[in-house]
Each structure stands twice: as C-alpha cells, then as structure tokens.
C-alpha cells in the first residue's frame, strides 16, 4: 500500500469510529397552522453544550451527540416552545418526523423594555442593563429589574461595570468607565431582542464574563423572523411618546438576508419638571451565508439621546419645590429651557465572519465606534451663583445666619422661591448685555471618541465531553475631551481665566473665545487593551466543570493640548504612560442531582487594570497621576440550588465578593479643617465587601394563575479604612501642603460603613391571571429597605476635628460626639405596588398586542438614594449646620417617581 493510501486510511478511520460510537437526531419543525417550515427555529440539546438553528425549510440535523436520554428544546419566536425527551444509541439517527409549533399570541410583541430610559437617574449608576428583561428567564432577575429597578436597586450591589455586553462577539463596555452605555442601541428593542443572558459568575459562550453577568445580543439578518413590525407608545415617565418600526426579510435561497428598524422617542417634560427627551435611532444588519457553515455580517446602528438632566435636592429644597421639582431649567420666551442637556451620538459599525463547523465553532468581528457624548451646562465667572437653590437663596441661610435668625427675610426668601423657583434667563440675559465680557455661558463638557476593536472567539469540542474556548480582544480608544462654548448667553466673548485665581487656562492663545470655541481646557486621552482568554470544559456523566483564565495588559496616556498657568511644567504634552499586567482564574462544577436538581458552585480570583478615569487627579488641568495606582483585586463565589419542575422553577444563590486596591477621585469645595477650596479628594486602596442571598420562585398554581416570589438579602460595606488626600488647583503659603501641591489627610475612617449604592435588601410577591382568551393582569407588591446614604469620606478623616482658626483639635471634637455625629442614615423603607396587563389578537395572520403597565399604583413618596454633603468639612461648623432645623448643607437625595405609566400596541405580520 502506498504512503497516501496509508494517510487516507488514517484519516478515514478514525472519522469512521467516531461516527459509530456516537447518535444524531434529526427531523422537520413546522407551523401547525399553517403547515410551512419555520426557519431559523432555536435547538437546544439540554445539559450539552449543542446549538443549531433549522434551515429555511425547517429542517434539522443534530449529530455527533453522546448516547443518552436528553431533553430537546425547540425556541422560535412567537411561538410556543417545545421540550422533547430523546433516547439516543451510538451509530443510530433518530428521525423524529415533522414536529409542529403553535403560535403563542400572548407573547408581548417587542420583548418591551420598561426600564430603558424611564426608571433611572443616570444610566450609568445602575448595576444591570435594561435588556436583562429580554435575555434572562431568571425569575429574580427580572424582578430586580422590572419592580426592584424603580428604587434603584443593584444586584448584589454591584456598578454596572460587572455587567459584560457582547454584540455580535464584540465587548461594548467602555475603556472610560468599564459600563456598558445602552444608550448606543436605545430604542432599538425589536432588533436587539435576540439576546442570550448569563447570570453572576455563570459561565456563557464568551469568556471575558462579568461579576454580575453577561448578555450576549445577535443581530445577524438571518436569526430575524421574517415581517413587519410595528409600535407606538405612551407614557409619563422619561418620554411621552415612542414610534418603533421594523423590517427582516428572513433568510433567503441566495443567502442573503437583511433587516432595518428605526425609532423615535420624544417629549418637552418627563416625570421630572424640566427634562425634555429628544431621541432617534436607526439600525440597518446584512448577513451573506456562504453555504451551511460560513457567513459574514455587517451591522451599523446610530442612536442619538438628548435629555434634559435633573440632580439631587435637600430636604429643605424637598419640602418648598415637591419630588418632581427640578433647579436645572427655567422658561424663556414662552419655552422651557433647561440649561443642562446631555447628548449621546456614537454610531458603531461592524463586521462580524462566523464559522459554524461540527467540532468548531468560530466568530471573529471588527468593530469601529466614534462620535460624541456631550454634558452642559450653566457656567458664571465673577457674578452671582444662578441656581435657584444656591444657599444663600433659601430660606435657610437666613434662620441660620450668625447672631439671631432673621425671619423676616427668610419668609421673604421662601415667597420668592415659591414665586419663581426656576433660572431667570431674562436676568442672566441682561447681567451679560451690562458687561464687556461674560459673566454667564453654557457650556457643553464634550468627549469625543474613536474606538477600534478586534474580538476573536473560538469553539473546539475536542469530544464529546470535553472542549476548549479561546478569546481574543485588541481594542484601541482615542478621547478628545474639552470644554465649548455652546451660548455666549447675549455677550460680545468671553476671557478664558480662572475666576478663583486669575491665571489663564489657555496661555498660549489669546483669552477672547467665542461661541463654538474651545476653553477652560483640552486634552486627549487614550488607551489600549489586549486580552487572551482561554477556558477548558468538561461534562463527563452528571458533571459540568470548567477552568478559564483571562490575561490581559492594559496602557493609558494623557497628552495636554493646553499650557495652563497654574501648572506651567505639567499640563501640555504628553504625560508618561502607564500599564498594567493583569490576570484573573476562574473556575465552576455544576452536579446534576436529577434531570430536575442541580447544585453549581463558582469562584473567580485575580487582578483587573483601573478604568481610565480613575488614573488622572485633575486630567483637565495637568498630568499627574493618582500616586502608587494599583491593579484592583477582586475575589468572588458563589453556590447555587436550582430547581425545574413542572410547576415551579426556582433558584436559590449565596455569594461573597470582595473588591480591594479600588480608587475614588471627586472634585467639590470644602471648608475643611486647613482651610477653604476647591479640591480633588483622591481615596485610594478602597476595600469593599458584597456577601448575601438571592432567591426566585415562580410556581404555576393552575393553567391560568402564575405566582412569583423573589428576595435579596445583601451586605454590602467597606471593609477596612482607605488612604485620602487632597489636591489643590491653588493653594496659600498657609496650607501644610507638599511641593506637589497634595495634602496627605491619611486614613479615612470609613471601615464597616455600609455602601451607598441602593436598597441592600428587597422582597417582591406577584400573581398573573392569563385568561384562555388571551388577556392577562399581573400584580406585585414589593418592599425594599437597608437603603443608606453614601458616606462624605473626607468628614473622616483626622483633618474633620481640626478648628481652622486656630490649627487646633476643636474641643468638643471627642471620637464619641464624632461617631453620634457621623451616624450614617439610613432611608425609609419603600413598599411598592405595580400592575401590569395586556391583550392579543390573531386577525388574518397579524398579530396585535396591548401592553400597559402602572408603576407605583398607591402613589408613594420615596427616597431612593442619596449623598452627604462635604462642605462643612470641620467639626465646629458641621456641629452649628446640622444642629439648626434646617441645616443649609444638609444631605441631598434622589427621590422615586409617583404614579406613572406605560402602554404600548404592537402590529406584527
């Protein structure tokens, strides 16, 4: 025999051996109305990690599968699911003939996000995305989004920088702030429905996985059920009105296929007085499948947000202007007019080729994002704060005005506010026409970004119990980031100077700017990040366990493009540049008790690089660094119970995590004990600690009653004290500062204070009715507590005793008159109602829902988070504020919305 012919032999073999010791399963899935192939129909193999889609005429074949009794899930949209029990035998194809689908018309048409935009105070304080009630099934997680959400809860008191997002393969979380901004695809929910969810440390398809978890989004052509789509929306909270259209044209015989979706969001004031919400977003995806295994994608969305910002107020602010009062806007010329406006327009594109091999499984995308993300807001230099609720506007600061309160004047102040609480632009107006230059400019604070990113992700089942998963990750950012000039307000120009010490901010132009100009301060940052991935995963018998790793290495620079006066030797040019090697091990086993118990264990151990706004003091002004900055370390386990039943599914985690080496940078004026200023407060190795439980019940009492339980029990506390110290634009001969221009406060007292970040315990009980004409109703009442005021760290520190007149520890500034003092508050606890409900219809083949939701039924006034404030940053002034009735600095708190709600009718065919 010759050399080839003993190769082919080789080759062939083997194929053939394997071939015959393992099954496959095949057969065709069809409407049962309509008897046609449905295309694109989900196949699962549950318990082995197996995916396939069936073709354009329906049809499917599972191969390569181990012998064994399995569960075949069948998913389609729209469609009722199907779970089939199989008996596989080695060398046999089991042929299970033309399995039929029936539409499920009680299925909301657009997976509706309620919480997209409507529920938050900042999207990028929130500890899960919006479309985690797309993509999970997890009863407690959808919970926590939808009824928990509305006090801003966070699951298990994580940023939302835990949560990974993948779109086609490709991270979305930023290099900026490590978040995930869903404002890049917002109102794009048709599209972006097609969504795998993976919870906590869980592993999923990718590994470069979240604490939290991780959504996976697809938006290839192909996987898109063919037709129209349809909706139109109402509601009081972020907008009042939302159009959404779409179209797929479904996979066709060439192998082409395409889809297109747009939408629009709008109002002039939401929940909030104020807020105007403008938005638009278009999405176009094409995918060409080069026969059965191969196919190439091009995907581009463009999404633009402009919303009207709103902030946090006193009690004292609370009590004259109500929950939905506002300070941030006034009426000029007939017209609301809100001087802070944020704007979001970052348009991605993407390229994405996908191998779908027996053995391999392989996806590589290249993705470019750029555009800008702007803030403004009111900006005064030499003249009067103009904020309706600067301190000395209110009443307050007259009762607590040295010497004896003066109530006559403060009954003057309150019918003032109460007469006209808002900006008086005619009056900033006429401050600019009485003036040769500004006093009064908005200002936009604007980032503009590019970003270049290659992900890589490869599947290799080495057999049929154990396989291998590579990541790769390459991304670059360029950040432009500066001030503009957006409304000289009525002035000839504005002199760029520092108000506080004179000096220019720009030395090497002139002072004059105009509108559309830069000012105040330019500079650029970027950063690079490479990230290898490896993960081995074994599932012998009952077993599943996995072992991945993630090495990465990370570089950020700087690069002023101002010489400011204040810092002549450090603010223009580049700044050194700065890494970080970092590596995480994550490891999990999950026992299969019966094919309806599991037990599953997670644990994941290492480093991770700073984000990179936590690696520059004051990176508008100069390029120093935070001194001895340090990879974070992170610990985190957790221990599952699941159970699948019939008639209840439930699941019961426990967890810990400790974050440690964290860094925290803010900027604020404080009348401390060494005196009065502007500040950057940098507290370094920061250590956090997240343990507690999550359970989620659901139990189907009967064919029409549905009842849920979900419960969170958290602890969420810093863990030991932090280093602090203070940065000074300016500072006096009298400061005990060093030759950087940093005081060193040492440690700030904070050990065992409770985070900040939200309501750490929650419990919600609901009930739905689905009547066999398909209507439904839905209720749950839920009650949220341990909700705590986030902490002034620089109030804890030595420097908190010290009398500034006389350098001196204040007298009565004893450590048991400070800790009564300091007591940390906590927020009342919140007790919630919420219904929901809904009707659809079948008419000549479109389908038509009516979604409609209240929010809040009993309308209750609620805090739902809050700050302390840092100006009275010594013992004897903090005592004489806060022992007055009503403290001028007091804390300031984000309160919930009242009765709102939402509807929406979709039209699908």
């Known amino acids: 025999m010759s050399k080839s012919n003993y190769t082919l032999l080789f080759l062939v073999v083997p194929a053939f051996v394997i071939s015959?010791?393992?099954?496959?399963?095949?057969?065709?899935?069809?409407?049962?109305?309509?008897?046609?192939?449905?295309?694109?129909?989900?196949?699962?193999?549950?318990?082995?990690?197996?995916?396939?889609?069936?073709?354009?005429?329906?049809?499917?074949?599972?191969?390569?599968l181990p012998e064994g009794v399995f569960v075949l899930l069948i998913k389609a949209e729209t469609y009722e699911s199907l779970r089939i029990p199989v008996k596989l035998q080695a060398g046999i194809s089991l042929d299970l003939g033309v399995l039929f689908m029936e539409k499920n018309i009680r299925q909301q048409l657009d997976n509706l996000i309620l919480l997209?935009?409507?529920?938050?105070?900042?999207?990028e304080e929130v500890s899960f995305s919006p479309g985690i009630l797309q993509a999970s099934r997890d009863i407690f997680v959808r919970k926590a989004a939808f009824d928990f959400g509305q006090a801003f809860f966070r699951i298990r008191g994580y940023d939302s920088r835990e949560a990974r997002v993948f779109i086609n393969g490709v991270l979305m979380n930023k290099l900026f702030n490590g978040r995930p901004n869903w404002n890049n695809w917002g109102g794009l929910n048709t599209v972006m429905s097609n969504q795998d969810y993976t919870h906590g440390l869980s592993p999923g398809p990718h590994n470069i996985n979240g604490l939290l978890g991780t959504t996976y989004i697809s938006t290839r052509a192909s996987e898109y059920r063919k037709g129209f789509r349809f909706s139109v929306s109402g509601s009081d909270r972020a907008y009042s009105g939302r159009l959404m259209a779409s179209y797929n044209s479904g996979f066709k015989a060439d192998g082409l296929s395409y889809s297109v979706s747009a939408s629009r969001r709008w109002t002039n004031e939401g929940y909030v007085d104020g807020t105007l919400y403008d938005a638009y977003s278009f999405f176009i995806s094409a995918e060409y499948k080069a026969g059965n295994k191969s196919a190439v994608s091009l995907t581009s969305v463009l999404a633009n947000n402009r919303r009207g910002q709103s902030t946090a107020i006193t009690d004292e602010v609370f009590k004259l202007g109500g929950r939905r009062y506002n300070p941030f806007w006034g009426e000029q010329e007939g017209k609301n007019r809100n001087s802070r406006i944020r704007t979001i327009r970052e348009p991605v594109i993407m390229l994405n080729y996908f191998f779908d091999g027996d053995k391999v499984k392989w996806n590589s995308g290249l993705s470019y994002q750029l555009g800008s993300f702007g803030r403004s807001r009111?900006?005064?230099?030499?003249?009067?704060?103009?904020?309706?609720?600067?301190?000395?506007?209110?009443?307050?600061?007259?009762?607590?005005?040295?010497?004896?309160?003066?109530?006559?004047?403060?009954?003057?102040?309150?019918?003032?506010?109460?007469?006209?609480?808002?900006?008086?632009?005619?009056?900033?107006?006429?401050?600019?026409?009485?003036?040769?230059?500004?006093?009064?400019?908005?200002?936009?604070?604007?980032?503009?970004?590019?970003?270049?990113?290659?992900?890589?992700?490869?599947?290799?089942?080495?057999?049929?119990?154990?396989?291998?998963?590579?990541?790769?990750?390459?991304?670059?950012?360029?950040?432009?980031?500066?001030?503009?000039?957006?409304?000289?307000?009525?002035?000839?120009?504005?002199?760029?100077?520092?108000?506080?010490?004179?000096?220019?901010?720009?030395?090497?132009?002139?002072?004059?700017?105009?509108?559309?100009?830069?000012?105040?301060?330019?500079?650029?940052?970027?950063?690079?990040?490479?990230?290898?991935?490896?993960?081995?995963?074994?599932?012998?018998?009952?077993?599943?366990?996995?072992?991945?790793?993630?090495?990465?290495?990370?570089?950020?620079?700087?690069?002023?493009?101002?010489?400011?006066?204040?810092?002549?030797?450090?603010?223009?040019?580049?700044?050194?540049?700065?890494?970080?090697?970092?590596?995480?091990v994550k490891s999990g086993i999950e026992y299969k008790l019966s094919e309806r118990h599991f037990v599953n264990a997670h644990a994941v151990y290492g480093k991770r690089a700073p984000v990179l706004r936590d690696i520059w003091i004051n990176p508008r002004e100069h390029n120093s660094s935070v001194p001895g900055i340090k990879p974070e370390r992170i610990f985190g386990t957790e221990i599952a119970y699941l159970m699948r039943l019939p008639e209840i599914k439930a699941r019961l985690t426990a967890y810990y995590t400790s974050f440690a080496d964290q860094t925290d940078i803010s900027f604020f004026f404080v009348e401390g004990g060494f005196g009065s200023d502007f500040v950057q407060e940098v507290v370094s190795g920061i250590d956090k600690q997240h343990k507690g439980l999550e359970l989620g019940f659901e139990y189907q009492a009967s064919p029409l009653i549905k009842l849920t339980v979900a419960a969170a029990l958290g602890n969420f506390i810093y863990k030991d004290d932090a280093l602090l110290n203070i940065n000074f634009d300016t500072a006096g001969d009298q400061l005990p500062i060093n030759k950087e221009g940093k005081l060193d406060l040492s440690l700030t007292n904070i050990k065992?204070?409770?985070?900040?970040?939200?309501?750490?315990?929650?419990?919600?009980?609901?009930?739905?009715?689905?009547?066999?004409?398909?209507?439904?109703?839905?209720?749950?009442?839920?009650?949220?507590?341990?909700?705590?005021?986030?902490?002034?760290?620089?109030?804890?520190?030595?420097?908190?005793?010290?009398?500034?007149?006389?350098?001196?520890?204040?007298?009565?500034?004893?450590?048991?008159?400070?800790?009564?003092?300091?007591?940390?508050?906590?927020?009342?606890?919140?007790?919630?109602?919420?219904?929901?409900?809904?009707?659809?219809?079948?008419?000549?083949?479109?389908?038509?829902?009516?979604?409609?939701?209240?929010?809040?039924?009993?309308?209750?006034?609620?805090?739902?988070?809050?700050?302390?404030?840092?100006?009275?940053?010594?013992?004897?002034?903090?005592?004489?504020?806060?022992?007055?009735?009503?403290?001028?600095?007091?804390?300031?708190?984000?309160f919930g919305q009242g009765r709102t709600f939402f509807i929406n009718l979709g039209v699908s065919f």
């Open 116 to 123: 997209s935009d409507n529920d938050f105070q900042a999207e």
């Open 20 to 64: 015959q010791s393992t099954a496959s399963v095949r057969g065709r899935i069809e409407d049962k109305r309509l008897k046609k192939g449905i295309t694109n129909a989900f196949l699962t193999i549950e318990s082995l990690d197996l995916k396939q889609r069936s073709d354009i005429s329906g049809n499917f074949n599972l191969h390569g």
């Open 752 to 894: 065992g204070a409770r985070l900040g970040n939200g309501p750490q315990q929650a419990c919600s009980v609901g009930v739905e009715y689905r009547a066999p004409e398909y209507w439904w109703i839905g209720l749950s009442a839920n009650h949220l507590s341990h909700n705590y005021l986030g902490i002034s760290k620089i109030l804890r520190t030595e420097s908190f005793k010290t009398d500034p007149e006389t350098g001196k520890p204040h007298p009565d500034a004893s450590e048991e008159s400070i800790k009564n003092l300091l007591q940390q508050e906590r927020l009342p606890d919140v007790y919630l109602l919420n219904m929901t409900g809904g009707k659809s219809w079948l008419i000549k083949n479109k389908y038509i829902s009516l979604f409609a939701s209240i929010n809040n039924v009993f309308d209750m006034i609620y805090k739902t988070g809050g700050f302390e404030q840092s100006r009275k940053g010594n013992f004897g002034q903090f005592v004489r504020d806060r022992s007055r009735e009503t403290p001028s600095f007091g804390s300031r708190y984000w």
């Open 378 to 584: 009111l900006a005064y230099f030499n003249a009067p704060d103009p904020s309706p609720v600067y301190f000395r506007k209110l009443p307050s600061f007259y009762i607590n005005s040295p010497g004896s309160p003066n109530f006559e004047n403060a009954k003057l102040a309150k019918e003032a506010f109460l007469d006209d609480p808002q900006i008086d632009w005619n009056a900033i107006y006429l401050a600019n026409r009485n003036r040769e230059k500004s006093a009064y400019l908005i200002q936009e604070d604007r980032t503009d970004d590019r970003q270049l990113t290659v992900n890589t992700n490869v599947f290799f089942r080495i057999s049929n119990t154990l396989n291998f998963t590579g990541d790769f990750l390459y991304r670059t950012l360029e950040s432009d980031n500066y001030a503009l000039i957006k409304d000289l307000l009525g002035s000839d120009f504005h002199e760029d100077l520092d108000p506080f010490s004179n000096t220019r901010n720009d030395m090497e132009n002139p002072p004059v700017k105009k509108e559309d100009d830069r000012f105040s301060y330019s500079y650029l940052l970027s950063a690079k990040e490479f990230i290898f991935s490896p993960r081995i995963r074994l599932k012998p018998g009952k077993w599943d366990a996995y072992l991945s790793g993630e090495f990465s290495r990370t570089f950020f620079e700087r690069a002023g493009e101002f010489l400011n006066e204040r810092f002549p030797l450090n603010s223009l040019g580049k700044s050194k540049e700065i890494g970080f090697s970092t590596h995480r």
